[in-house]
């Protein structure tokens, strides 16, 4: 069977690289892809929607296959999918979050709008979280049996070992030597709370002064970020990669001391499924983080606080100083049995075949 894969959102967003691992994990099960790249950024105003529009209409046209998937239901791929429904072929959208939460304004309002009109197209909807999965039952009155849970994955590249030579020459080109290091990994955008871990880094500096952070990521918040991070004096202290290939990702934070993931404790964040903190333990990192939706699914496998930035802060000076109770090896266990995608690929190509 042939898939057409499209993403609303450009190369740098989480919901991109999940569209991208989607199409690794069904060609291994032997389904025929098309993966249709998107912009490789953000572009200003969102143009990016408008630029890919017609290219993904193109391809439903030429490509005539059995099912188009679709990550997020925006109009530059809504009305592609509403031409692929009128000439048969089955339609499933991924929702991934509910985007139209995370802020206010043109944007919101037009995800809001988009998913009242091209959800109902769908054949087969997928999410992986319960919430999400509760949301579009409930509130879009979409039938349980056409709703598919499909997990939150890890790429099996984030299971092989990288070796200690690259480790040690990223870290000479980076200009690091032996200070201990934190990264964080992200799409700098509404649904990025960084701003929380930059207001905890002056004392964590303080605390323990050969420490560096690693930013890794890019998107329409980085100056914002970078604005922040200068008015707290901590601009010297922080690494920013900027965006970069996947491969770069995994050496970067094999890097990691400690890795950092926060999510402000608001409605539209238990919605979500975080893809870095499967990666980080993918990895075996010890993680710190707080308690808000599914995070709290792993407690076992990172190093868990409240909501409270003094908490946070503690945990991660405490976790710097060396503090482990190997947690973090159970934590890369679990991921790599549960979590990879090659297993959730198999799992989701048995039930298109039911589409």
Known sequence: MKILILSSLAFDTGSAVRAELMARALKEAKFKVDFVKPFPR?????????????????????SLPD????????????????????AGEKIIIDTDDLSFAYSEGWLSRLSKLSQEIFLPLADLHTCHNPFLA????????????????????????FFEQILPQEREKLKKALGLGREKILVFVGHFDAACDLENILEVMPIVFKEIQDVKLILIGDGPKRREFYRLAKRLGIMEKIIWTGLVSRRQVISLVSLADVCLLYYRDKKVNYFRSSMKLREYLALGKRVVCNDVGELR????????????????????????????????????????RNYSWEKIGQDLSRRLKNV
Do not use: H
């Not at 099912?67 to 592609?80: D, I, Q, R, T």
């Open 42 to 62: 953000t572009l200003p105003l969102r143009l990016d929607f408008l630029f890919s529009l017609p290219w993904y209409l193109l391809k439903v046209i030429i």
């Open 67 to 86: 099912f188009v998937l679709a990550v997020k239901s925006y109009p530059n791929v809504g009305v592609p999918l509403l031409l692929a429904k009128l």
């Open 134 to 157: 509760d949301y579009l039952k409930r509130r879009l009155k979409i039938p349980s049996d056409r709703v598919y849970q499909l997990r939150q994955g890890v790429n099996s590249d």
């Open 297 to 336: 699914d792993f407690r076992d496998f990172t190093y868990q606080v409240s909501s409270d930035l003094a908490d946070l802060t503690k945990m991660i000076i405490k976790v710097l100083n060396g503090f482990s109770d190997k947690r973090e090896i159970r934590g890369r266990d679990f991921v790599r």
